[in-house]
């Protein structure tokens, strides 16, 4: 727990809460609810709740079940009592049909990232302020795989993780022609990723290990130029 909350604190479950509320509250004073809506009965969330919700979906798929009321089912066949104990049914089923990170009301059309930007910003800060890394650092791609659904290959991410102790620094989400790098530089768009991952790290003498999809001879050239080394596959091309 000491753990998490250095990355997930209190000031980060506050504003996600807080958003969370405020969706909840315009949603439950809608005039288009149908008479037995549950989130008529929506009250403001608070963090230690948010917390306990986090835990269970965290327990989740330590028992698998086929649906998520399931998990407070009372069939002695299929029960499983920590969750009616931890919160109620259909508590869970409002904070995630009400789970909110920014204003609705205020979207950004040119980013597709806009519903989660400041989460997503905030846990990357932590990442590089919570941890002192050592010298030999690696990039690579993170790309979700969920068999169950009809277009199995979900968010792809290009990640910068510490070596010896696998923690990520960085990480950049792809959105294709939206994705947030730097496209005019003479970088391919795999340097280009390179170059914005290791942007708080270059000049400090690491070594950065990557596959053949990043290396060229311009991105080991701009690497050496700020004092870092480079290490890894090639293609023949």
Not at 12 to 19: C, T
Not at 32 to 45: A, C, G, H, V, Y
Not at 62 to 90: A, N
Request: net charge positive; hydrophobic share 35%; aromatic share 12%.
């Amino acid at each position: 727990m000491d753990y998490f909350l250095l990355f997930f604190n209190a000031d980060l479950v506050a504003f996600i809460v807080n958003e969370t509320n405020n969706y909840g509250e315009v949603n439950a004073n809608s005039k288009d609810l149908s008479p037995k809506s549950r989130i008529q009965s929506w009250e403001k969330l608070t963090c230690n709740e948010f917390y306990v919700f986090l835990a269970l979906c965290f327990l989740m798929p330590h028992v698998r079940k086929h649906s998520i009321p399931e998990y407070w089912s009372q069939d002695p066949l299929i029960r499983t009592t920590i969750f009616g104990k931890c919160m109620p049914r259909d508590l869970f089923i409002l904070i995630s049909r009400c789970l909110h990170s920014a204003d609705s009301g205020k979207p950004s059309l040119s980013d597709p990232l806009w519903k989660i930007k400041y989460v997503f910003s905030q846990l990357k800060q932590r990442f590089s302020d919570v941890f002192h890394l050592y010298k030999k650092l690696v990039i690579d791609e993170s790309l979700q795989y969920i068999p169950s659904k009809r277009h199995r290959f979900g968010m792809k991410l290009f990640i910068l993780c510490d070596c010896e102790s696998g923690i990520v620094l960085d990480m950049i989400v792809y959105t294709g022609k939206k994705t947030d790098i730097s496209r005019c530089g003479e970088l391919r768009l795999s340097g280009e990723v390179v170059k914005k991952l290791m942007g708080n790290y270059l000049g400090k003498g690491h070594i950065l290990y990557t596959n053949n999809y990043y290396r060229s001879p311009n991105l080991c050239d701009f690497l050496l130029k700020n004092k870092t080394g480079s290490c890894g596959t090639v293609r023949v091309n």
